[in-house]
């Protein structure tokens, strides 16, 4: 009697996996969640995972009409539904035969992504005053927020772990400072919903969030990456964050990119302009779009090396700032108080630049030099220099008596301290030491913070003039 009762528990068994093979197939990705943003007024793009050969109804409650689709062989679905402009809460359900999926609370506005490593990751379980102050008063059922667990993986991935969330100081406290400044500046200045999703991790290299196969393609990137070294707190290894924080999220139509990295490719500078075009190029390609690519330069820290290498990296941020189409980069060397802490307190003002440079670009608000002036060229007038720069249309305003760390040097290439002054939107720098001067170098520290800014007072980036190799 015994057996036969645990026979009749076996065949039950096998008779409910049976069944869950049959039903409960239709199913999401996290991204698609209760509490979402969706881009507005595009074709946004949704898919999942159903039974093979099914057919597929999905509805979005602005909407007149139903999308009809077919699921694949391998059981993968994918449809395009038109968004209208700002607004809701929606909702979007997705149906399949018997089976059918809802999600609540849909707000259609802009996505923006943010990626990097420790500066864009860090607010309030970092203890960041800025976030801290904020989160009593953290409600803004317009803001929505989506925090990418840290977590790599050595293929491409089709999920993630987590779900959107409505702005709480509970979901807040552990989410982007940077992150969350930005979208409480658009939504201000727009008055549309925002969904801000954070894909960052503290202490990585770029290579880790750029496709393994776009840098074993390429010889000089590939070699670069392998000076990466293991560290048992981050991962290292081409691609991994990539697969597993970024590739999840292809397809989701997103307004913009905004990037805060470099720090820990500061020993391979020379490299860091071409990877992260690679990296960019990338991106866009996997979405097919030319997302905006707004990012911060590294900012002035006690590194220690024998040479400037975070000065090198940071000539290497402006040429990508003046190369890569559709993008734009944030200064920071105003931004230190403690040149030792390699995470600078003031998150709400970088994320208030980048909002500038967003507002201007993709919102079309009427605004001057927006942007930090990067080093466009110089001439020789006599015994001095004058230099010019790009994204200045106003003046130069020296803030204190006279210009901080400006050298200037003749064909023996030894640098003296310069003095300088201002002529509108051009800098003059010469020496009584130097009559016939050759190069200029501004900046170039590891730990410099200058005083020279435009008239909205974003500091002018580090430069020089020549390309010499540093000793």
């Given at each position: 009697m015994k057996n036969i009762n645990l026979k009749l528990l076996f065949v039950a068994f096998c008779s409910l996996v049976s069944i869950s093979h049959c039903y409960g197939q239709l199913r999401l990705p996290n991204i698609f969640s209760d509490h979402m943003v969706l881009q507005r007024e595009v074709d946004a793009?949704?898919?999942?995972?159903?039974?093979?050969?099914?057919?597929?109804?999905?509805?979005?409650?602005?909407?007149?009409?139903?999308?009809?689709?077919?699921?694949?062989?391998?059981?993968?679905?994918?449809?395009?539904?038109?968004?209208?402009?700002?607004?809701?809460?929606?909702?979007?359900?997705?149906?399949?035969?018997?089976e059918k999926l809802t999600i609540s609370n849909v707000l259609l506005g802009d996505v923006f992504l943010c990626s990097g490593q420790s500066n864009m990751e860090w607010?309030?379980?970092?203890?960041?005053?800025?976030?801290?102050?904020?989160?009593?008063?953290?409600?803004?059922?317009?803001?929505?927020?989506?925090?990418?667990?840290?977590?790599?993986?050595?293929?491409?991935?089709?999920?993630?772990?987590?779900?959107?969330?409505?702005l709480t100081p509970e979901s807040l406290k552990p989410f982007s400072a940077i992150g969350y400044f930005l979208a409480k500046e658009i939504n201000f200045e727009i008055g549309v919903p925002i969904g801000i999703i954070n894909a960052s991790w503290g202490g990585t290299s770029a290579e880790v969030w750029t496709p393994e196969q776009v840098i074993q393609v390429d010889k000089e990137l590939y070699e670069l990456s392998k000076q990466q070294i293991e560290n048992p707190y981050r991962p290292h290894n081409n691609g991994v964050l990539w697969n597993s924080m970024i590739s999840p999220l292809v397809g989701f139509p997103l307004k913009a990119l905004f990037w805060y990295q470099g720090e820990s490719n500061v020993s391979t500078?020379?490299?860091?302009?071409?990877?992260?075009?690679?990296?960019?190029?990338?991106?866009?390609?996997?979405?097919?779009?030319?997302?905006?690519?707004?990012?911060?330069?590294?900012?002035?820290?006690?590194?220690?090396?024998?040479?400037?290498?975070?000065?090198?990296?940071?000539?290497?941020?402006?040429?990508?700032?003046?190369?890569?189409?559709?993008?734009?980069?944030?200064?920071?060397t105003d931004l230190v108080d403690n040149i030792k802490d390699i995470h600078p307190s003031q998150k709400k003002e970088v994320a208030v630049r980048l909002s500038k440079i967003a507002l201007a670009e993709l919102y079309g608000k009427p605004m001057v030099d927006y942007k930090s002036p990067i080093y466009n060229g110089y001439k020789v007038v006599g015994n001095k220099m004058e230099i010019s720069f790009h994204h200045l249309n106003g003046n130069l305003v020296i803030k204190g008596k006279q210009l901080d760390d400006i050298y200037i040097c003749s064909e023996d290439r030894v640098f003296h301290k310069a003095k300088s002054k201002v002529i509108k939107n051009k800098l003059i720098v010469y020496s009584e030491d130097i009559s016939n001067p050759v190069a200029v170098r501004f900046g170039f520290t590891e730990i410099s913070m200058p005083n020279l800014f435009n008239e909205n007072g974003l500091p002018i980036a580090p430069f020089r003039t020549d390309n010499w190799e540093v000793q």
């Open positions: 793009k949704i898919w999942g995972w159903a039974k093979a050969g099914s057919h597929i109804k999905i509805h979005g409650s602005w909407m007149q009409d139903t999308i009809g689709i077919t699921t694949d062989y391998n059981g993968k679905w994918s449809g395009k539904i038109k968004t209208i402009g700002a607004g809701g809460p929606y909702s979007i359900s997705i149906q399949s035969g018997d607010g309030g379980d970092q203890g960041l005053k800025e976030i801290m102050d904020e989160l009593p008063n953290a409600y803004n059922s317009n803001i929505r927020l989506l925090q990418v667990n840290r977590n790599g993986a050595s293929t491409p991935q089709e999920n993630i772990s987590n779900n959107w969330s409505t500078w020379w490299g860091y302009d071409k990877l992260m075009k690679a990296m960019v190029g990338s991106w866009r390609s996997a979405w097919e779009e030319k997302m905006p690519f707004y990012f911060v330069q590294i900012a002035p820290f006690e590194y220690n090396n024998n040479i400037p290498k975070a000065a090198l990296l940071r000539e290497q941020q402006n040429k990508t700032a003046l190369e890569l189409p559709n993008s734009g980069m944030v200064v920071t």
